[in-house]
């Protein structure tokens, strides 16, 4: 990598078994074999003790209020973000499952106020593109298994989170590349690739902005 240029700050998004883990994997995978820099991550980054609280509300051993869980959420994020722009910086893809967008379509979706929950996002890194995996029916995505086994995997709670997810989407149409997660794994990926790959050179000399 010439000096001075960054990586991207890639994010994938979308409802509980709509792909994105599968879908994260192989991008990180498909970038490396191009010979480019690229780690994964996702949030919750449940290691640290922040993520420890958020596992187990998440695991339900472990109930807190709507707010409260939803301030650690923002919080795990933020005490990452330091890291993530120090790698970004040197030239690392950041390959992210979630981010800020679940933070508020989630609780959102619990009747929490839209605005409410995006306040603790402003400021962290704005992402470069955001892959949302639209999920097709909730039932459908309930097929795809161990739907159910953790706190929001409920089939009706589900829906409300995609018309979150929705709505973001049309409001931040500029750097959202809404895709259709009920076609084939592999034609997935060549699209979510090829957008990538687009991404890279482009940004590689543009300041990180932050969320606003
Ligand atoms: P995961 O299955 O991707 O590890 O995410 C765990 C759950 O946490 C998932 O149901 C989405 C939810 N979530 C939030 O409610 N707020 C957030 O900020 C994030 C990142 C995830």
């Avoid at 992210?96 to 933070?103: A, I, K, L, T």
């Avoid at 996002?121 to 995505?141: C, H, N, Q, S």
Wanted: charged share 25%; glycine share 6%.
């Amino acid at each position: 990598m010439s000096a001075g240029k960054r990586g991207a700050l890639i994010i994938f998004e979308g409802c509980d078994r709509s792909g994105k883990t599968t879908q994260s994997r192989l991008l990180v995978k498909h970038l490396k074999s191009k010979g480019l820099s690229v780690l994964a991550m996702n949030f919750p980054e449940r290691s640290s003790s922040i993520g420890q609280v958020i596992n187990s509300y998440l695991t339900n051993s472990k109930d807190l209020p709507d707010e409260v869980i939803h301030l650690m959420f923002s919080a795990n994020r933020w005490e990452h973000m330091n890291q993530v722009k120090q790698q970004l910086l040197e030239g690392t893809t950041l390959v992210v499952d979630r981010y800020s967008y679940s933070g508020v379509a989630y609780s959102a979706a619990k009747g929490l106020d839209f605005d409410w929950c995006y306040a603790p996002e402003r400021g962290l890194l704005k992402p470069d593109a955001v892959f949302y995996l639209r999920a097709p029916a909730a039932d459908d995505l309930a097929n795809r298994g161990q739907y159910g086994e953790e706190r929001y995997e409920k089939v009706e709670f589900q829906g409300r989170v995609a018309k979150v997810f929705d709505k973001i989407c049309s409001k931040e149409a500029s750097y959202w590349h809404q895709l259709d997660a009920s076609q084939s794994v592999d034609d997935l990926h060549a699209q979510v690739a090829g957008i990538a790959e687009e991404l890279l050179p482009k940004v590689a000399n543009q300041p990180i902005d932050k969320l606003s």
